[in-house]
Structure formats: structure tokens, C-alpha cells
């Protein structure tokens, strides 16, 4: 169906006639709806149990491990030192490829799963533009790449305090704070890992405005994200480091020295906020020129 047609004007219409308060009720309830309907899905609902299962193995087998040499994943050594720790090793190992996967699958579904099985053109029948649509499917991907960081970060907290010593954490600066002020820096830490997550969003949903097939739109983010993550350990193009989505992912680890190192923070959140202005717009364009025939 073409954007010229009667039905694709009809949303324009009722937001003008209604005024902004009915535009915002519609809004709201047209996020609430998605963000059910993300989160209620048994797909997404299994991932999310998946990725918790990840700080259990992991606080086990450093548990049950004799004492780390320095091997391994970046803070792994540290877990029997404080607990907290685990949060940040889970975060580490799930990172490069098990969260992004994650999120490929819900961000890539988010606009090809309802045009797959028809729902998309009702959707565009209410009272929300393909301007608010986008805004609200991604919205939503970016609320349950938190729901995937916040579940891990959760399970790594009371694995830590159940198997190992909890109390003044000191950091990798040698600084040492209180357990409260350890879990605000690891709160940060969720935050940091959500934004790199959001830039994940945005190519997905640009993916998955390009195709009507979900499971082609979730693949090709995860093989982008794949390709990052190999691009970035290959020194040979070590220049283009800096601009690849996957760079910066782990440098959450500044945020835990005292005073806080903000240059690589920074750097991640822009390149974050670059491919966001790049992507959204490129999928708010597709949008608007698709062809709604299902």
C-alpha cells in the first residue's frame, strides 16, 4: 500500500482532530502494548533466561576452580577477592557476542515480524505515524537489551554474595569504596552496556525494515555484529578500530578506577550516538517509502 493512500493518512488525521493529549495517550499505550508483546514473547523470555544462567556457571566454576594464575576472561581473578566482580566478568564474557545476539533478535524482528505475518499495515491504521511506529519498536528493543544487562547484572549480584566475599570492593585504580558505592559504578556499568546494546538496535531495526522475513533480518544483525567483533581483534586494519560498533564495548572498565578515565567512555558513546544518527534515520527513510502489502 503506498503512503499516498487514504488509510496511511488516516492516523494524521485523528492525531490532529484529537489534539496532543489523545497523540500521547495513544503513544503510551501504543509502547506499553510493544513493550508486552517484546517481553512476553517465549523467544525473548528464553534468551533472557539463557543469558542469566551465564554469572551461575561462571561464579561456580571459579568457586569451585582452584586460584586463578591471571588466565582468563578480565576480572575473572577478581570474583574471589569480592563477589561484585562476577558482574563484571559476566558482562565481559557475554559482551562480544551472546548479548548482541540477544538483541539482534529482537530488534531484527521488530518490524519484519509484523509485516510477516500481516499485523504491520493494522498497525499503521490507528492513530501512530511510521514516525512513532520506528520510535516505539525501538524503544522497545533498547528496553529489553536492559532487560537482558539488568537480569545478568541481578544473578551475578546474589551468585557473588552467596559464593564468595562481599564488602569494601577495591577497584583497578587500587582504590577502595564501600559495597554501595561499588554497586552505583555497577549501575553505570548497565547503563554504559545498554547504550553500546542501543546501537545494535538501531542497525537491526534498519535491517528489518529492508526485508519481510524475520528470521533473515535477526541474521544478518548478528553477522554484522560478528564481523565487528572480528574486524576489531584483526591488526592489520587496526586503523579502523575506532569506527567499528563493537570497539568501545568494553571499556565500561573505566568506571571502575578512581577518578573515573572518561576518554574511553566518551569515545564509546559517541561512536554509539554516531551510528544511532546514521541507522535511524536510514530505517526511518526505508519506512517511509515501503510498500505496505501485508
Not at 520510535?135 to 547484572?153: D, E, G, H, N, Q
Not at 566475599?165 to 587500587?174: I, K
Request: proline share 6%.
Amino acid at each position: 500500500m503506498s503512503t499516498s493512500s487514504p488509510t496511511m493518512e488516516l492516523p494524521s488525521a485523528v492525531t490532529s482532530s484529537a489534539g496532543e493529549p489523545r497523540r500521547s495517550h495513544v503513544d503510551l499505550r501504543f509502547f506499553r502494548s510493544e513493550l508486552r508483546l517484546v517481553l512476553g514473547r517465549r523467544r525473548n523470555i528464553a534468551l533472557v533466561g539463557v543469558l542469566s544462567c551465564f554469572p551461575i556457571l561462571i561464579g561456580t566454576a571459579v568457586r569451585l576452580s582452584p586460584a586463578s594464575n591471571g588466565d582468563g576472561p578480565p576480572f575473572l581473578s577478581d570474583i574471589t577477592d569480592n563477589g561484585l566482580f562476577l558482574v563484571f566478568a559476566s558482562l565481559t564474557v557475554l559482551l562480544p557476542f551472546f548479548l548482541p545476539l540477544a538483541v539482534s533478535v529482537a530488534s531484527g524482528e521488530s518490524i519484519a515480524g509484523e509485516a510477516n505475518i500481516g499485523t504491520l499495515r493494522n498497525l499503521l491504521v490507528v492513530p501512530v505515524s511510521r514516525t512513532r511506529l520506528l520510535l516505539v519498536k525501538y524503544a522497545a528493543s533498547v528496553v529489553f537489551a536492559f532487560v537482558c544487562v539488568a537480569t545478568v547484572a541481578l544473578v551475578a549480584v546474589i551468585v557473588g554474595l552467596l559464593l564468595f566475599p562481599h564488602g569494601d570492593v577495591t577497584l583497578l585504580s587500587g582504590t577502595t569504596v564501600s559495597y554501595p558505592q561499588a554497586l552505583w559504578r555497577a549501575l553505570l556499568v548497565l547503563l554504559y552496556v545498554t547504550l553500546m546494546l542501543a546501537g545494535v538496535c538501531a542497525v537491526g531495526i534498519f535491517i528489518s525494515t529492508l526485508t519481510e522475513v524475520p528470521i533473515g533480518a535477526m541474521a544478518a544483525t548478528a553477522m554484522l555484529m560478528i564481523v565487528s567483533e572480528i574486524a576489531d581483534n584483526i591488526p592489520q586494519i587496526a586503523p579502523i578500530h575506532p569506527y567499528l560498533l563493537s570497539h568501545p564495548w568494553l571499556n565500561f572498565g573505566d568506571l571502575l578506577r578512581s577518578p573515573i578515565s572518561w576518554h574511553g567512555l566518551q569515545s564509546g558513546v559517541l561512536t554509539q550516538l554516531a551510528y544511532l544518527a546514521i541507522f535511524l534515520p536510514l530505517a526511518w527513510a526505508r519506512l517511509q517509502t515501503k510498500d505496505i502489502t501485508s
